[in-house]
C-alpha cells in the first residue's frame, strides 16, 4: 500500500515533479462564490487545487489562492485547455490567458481537457492532437508548466498521441467513481506510468453513488461516510481524487481517509457496481 497519511502526501509524476494525493476540485463553482471556497480549501488544508478555462472561474481561483496567503510555491495548480482552442498556436494563446486569469506566471500542470474525436473532426482528430500537444510541450521547455498532461483520454487516444509525442503525458485525469471505474484505463495508464486523477470521484452532481446500498454498507462497517469510502476506494487504487466542496464542513471531511484501509473484498465489491448514474462520459462519443 501506498505511503500516504495525508492529502499532501505527495505521488509521483512520471518526470520527478511531486503531486499532493488529493485535489481540491472547482467544476460548477460559479465565480461569485470560488474566492472564499477556494480560499476556505486552503486554510483547511488543501494545497492542490484543479480549475479549468472552461469552469469561468479562473479569475476567482487565483483571487482566493491570493487572498489564503500562501506561498505560490507552496501550492499546486492545474488548469485545463478548453476544446475550441486546440492547436499549435490557439493552445499557446489559451495558456497564457489562463496565467492572466490565475495572475500567475507558471502553472504545476496544464492538460488538454478532452482529446479532438473523430465524430467531430474525422481524419484530421488525430493532427488535431498532436499539434495541440506540441505546444504543450514548448510550454513545457519554456518552463512556463512543471508537468503536462491529458485529460479524458483513453488508451487509443494515448497510443495515437505517443506516435508524434516527445513528452509522455505525465497525467490523464478521467471519470473515476463507484459504478464507472474504467478499470481497464486505469491499468493501461499506470502501467505507462500515467498518473490517474479521478474526476467526479463522488459521482459528480445527482448521482446515486452516495444513496446505493453497497456503499452504505461498506460505510456502516468501517465507520465512515459514503463520501469517505469512495475517496479511499479510489486513493486505494494509486489513483488521484479531485473531490470539489463548496461546503468547510465537507472539505475537511473529504480529507478524513487515511486511516483506514478496505479490504479486497469490499474494494471488490465496489468496483462491481454499476449504473449509478454520473456523467459517464464517452470521449468518442461527445459533441462538444
Ligand atoms: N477533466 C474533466 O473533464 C472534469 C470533469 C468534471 C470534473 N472535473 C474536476 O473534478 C472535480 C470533481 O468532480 P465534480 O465536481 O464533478 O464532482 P464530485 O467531486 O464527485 O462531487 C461534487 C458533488 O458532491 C457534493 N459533495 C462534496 N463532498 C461531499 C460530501 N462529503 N458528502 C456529500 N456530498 C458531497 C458537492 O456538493 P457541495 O459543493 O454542495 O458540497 C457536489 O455536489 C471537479 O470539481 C473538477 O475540478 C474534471
Redesign the pocket.
Known amino acids: 500500500m501506498l505511503e500516504l497519511t495525508n492529502i499532501n502526501s505527495t505521488m509521483n509524476l512520471n518526470n520527478g515533479v511531486k503531486i499532493p494525493c488529493v485535489?481540491y476540485?472547482?467544476?460548477?463553482?460559479p465565480a461569485d462564490v470560488a474566492e472564499k471556497a477556494v480560499k476556505d480549501a486552503i486554510e483547511v488544508g488543501y494545497r492542490h487545487i484543479?480549475?479549468?478555462a472552461v469552469?469561468e472561474n479562473e479569475e476567482a481561483v487565483g483571487k482566493g489562492i491570493k487572498d489564503s496567503g500562501i506561498d505560490r510555491q507552496d501550492l499546486f495548480v492545474t488548469s485545463?485547455l478548453w476544446n475550441t482552442n486546440r492547436g499549435y498556436d490557439e493552445t499557446k494563446k489559451a495558456f497564457q490567458a489562463t496565467l492572466d486569469r490565475l495572475q500567475m506566471d507558471y502553472l504545476d500542470l496544464y492538460?488538454i481537457?478532452?482529446p479532438a474525436n473523430r465524430k467531430q473532426f474525422g481524419d484530421d482528430a488525430a493532427k488535431i492532437n498532436a499539434e495541440t500537444w506540441r505546444a504543450m510541450e514548448d510550454l513545457y521547455h519554456d518552463g512556463k508548466i512543471r508537468a503536462i498532461g491529458v485529460?479524458?483520454f483513453m488508451p487509443h487516444h494515448i497510443v495515437e498521441l505517443m506516435k508524434t509525442a516527445k513528452v509522455a503525458p505525465a497525467v490523464d485525469?478521467?471519470?473515476v467513481?463507484p459504478g464507472w471505474p474504467h478499470t481497464e484505463e486505469v491499468k493501461y495508464l499506470q502501467a505507462h506510468n500515467i498518473l490517474v486523477e479521478a474526476?467526479?470521484?463522488?459521482?459528480?452532481?445527482g448521482?446515486k453513488v452516495?444513496t446505493n446500498p453497497t456503499i452504505i454498507q461498506i460505510a456502516d462497517k468501517y465507520q465512515k461516510?459514503?463520501?469517505?469510502i469512495c475517496l479511499r476506494w479510489i486513493i486505494q487504487q494509486g489513483v488521484l481524487p479531485?473531490?470539489?466542496?463548496?461546503?468547510k464542513d465537507?472539505m475537511l471531511?473529504?480529507q478524513d481517509i487515511f486511516d483506514f484501509e478496505l479490504a479486497d473484498e469490499d474494494m471488490k465489491k465496489i468496483s462491481l457496481l454499476s449504473n449509478l448514474g454520473g456523467?459517464c462520459?464517452d470521449p468518442d462519443n461527445v459533441d462538444f
Not at 474526476?199 to 452532481?205: H, I, N, S, V, Y
Not at 461516510?225 to 469517505?228: G, L, N
Not at 479531485?242 to 461546503?247: A, G, R
Open positions: 485535489g476540485g472547482t467544476f460548477r463553482t484543479d480549475t479549468a469552469y485545463k492538460l481537457h478532452w485529460s479524458n485525469q478521467i471519470e467513481h474526476w467526479a470521484p463522488l459521482g459528480g452532481q448521482a452516495m461516510t459514503p463520501a469517505q479531485l473531490p470539489k466542496s463548496v461546503h465537507r471531511a473529504n456523467q462520459a
